[in-house]
């Protein structure tokens, strides 16, 4: 996580802050390339068939959205880190992510449709085993254009203490 | 889930039944252009730069490894269903996923990797508020070409009972 280019550390994190990442919109050709790649299932690929899915209609597959909050999760903590803040060099970048939880793909995600995704810090907890790291909570949620919830899931993520 | 191209019942599901899905090889402009994407940290998309990053190389974004998993699953799972068993007209395809649990990406993908992706079954359960359908729970796993686990996660399926 960031604030206008500068990592954050574990101490900075606040409880209850909530952040708009940014928004993607789901074009119908994007939807059906990114599906055709990775997930060619037949309501992801072929809109007549997909009329005919329980979907009722072509829908993006779950990796695209979840790859799209990726997009502007990435997009609005990275821009303006420099390369040696991004690589760790002057602060620790974000350790590795000890795991999701609670993935979930609530609704459908149509041509056309625009996700908005949020993120917000749910809790932390200082690491007894390692006292310079902590863990940071977060939930993460995709809202679509009628601000239905269609995705979310919970992170926690390593963030280096000050 | 399928067998041979025919849809699985809820009752068909064996727990202990472990499936090889499929195996990707991340090709590094494969990386970069995923990562270009949606994914534009700096190790996942300038070499240089990601050798001197705490991955000490340039690795795969984590939603790529994740949209290879569906990759082999959905060649695996898929080939061969005619378009009335895809689209749930002649058997109900899996239902919406109740969600993923415990995704976690536990090792670095680096270039020319080859992940072999399974699918083990941990167990079923008939869901007493919809008699027709039971959950399928089942266990996700990468293996890279050393046979280190690098990626893994718990998935819960909706199935239809027969």
Same mark, same amino acid.
């Given at each position: 996580?960031?604030?206008? !280019?500068?990592?954050?550390?574990? %101490?900075?994190?606040?409880?209850?802050?909530?952040t708009e990442l940014g928004?993607?919109? =789901?074009?119908?050709?994007?939807? /059906?390339?990114?599906? !055709?790649? #990775?997930?060619?299932? /037949? =309501?992801?690929? %072929?809109?007549?068939?997909?009329?005919?899915?329980? =979907?009722?209609?072509?829908?993006?597959?779950?990796?695209?959205?979840?790859?799209?909050?990726?997009?502007c999760c990435a997009a609005y903590n990275f821009a303006?880190? %420099?390369?040696?803040? @991004?690589?760790?060099?002057?602060?620790?970048?974000?350790?590795? @992510?000890?795991?999701?939880?609670?993935? $979930?793909?609530?609704?459908?995600?149509?041509?056309?449709?625009?996700?908005? &995704?949020?993120?917000?810090?749910?809790?932390?907890?200082?690491?007894?085993?390692?006292? %310079?790291?902590? /863990?940071? #909570?977060?939930?993460?949620?995709?809202?679509?254009?009628?601000?239905?919830?269609?995705?979310? &899931?919970?992170?926690?993520?390593?963030?280096?203490? $000050?």
């Amino acid at each position: 996580m960031s604030v206008a !280019g500068t990592w954050m550390w574990y %101490d900075e994190f606040e409880t209850g802050t909530r952040t708009e990442l940014g928004t993607y919109k =789901f074009d119908r050709n994007r939807m /059906i390339a990114f599906a !055709g790649k #990775f997930d060619p299932q /037949i =309501f992801h690929i %072929d809109e007549a068939a997909a009329a005919r899915s329980h =979907f009722c209609g072509l829908c993006a597959s779950g990796w695209h959205t979840a790859a799209a909050y990726m997009k502007c999760c990435a997009a609005y903590n990275f821009a303006g880190c %420099d390369e040696a803040q @991004s690589v760790g060099k002057t602060l620790p970048p974000l350790g590795p @992510s000890p795991g999701f939880e609670n993935l $979930r793909w609530l609704k459908p995600v149509y041509p056309g449709d625009e996700l908005t &995704f949020h993120n917000e810090i749910t809790g932390k907890r200082a690491m007894s085993s390692r006292p %310079d790291w902590g /863990i940071v #909570f977060a939930r993460n949620t995709g809202i679509n254009q009628h601000g239905e919830m269609v995705f979310s &899931f919970d992170g926690k993520l390593l963030v280096a203490r $000050r």
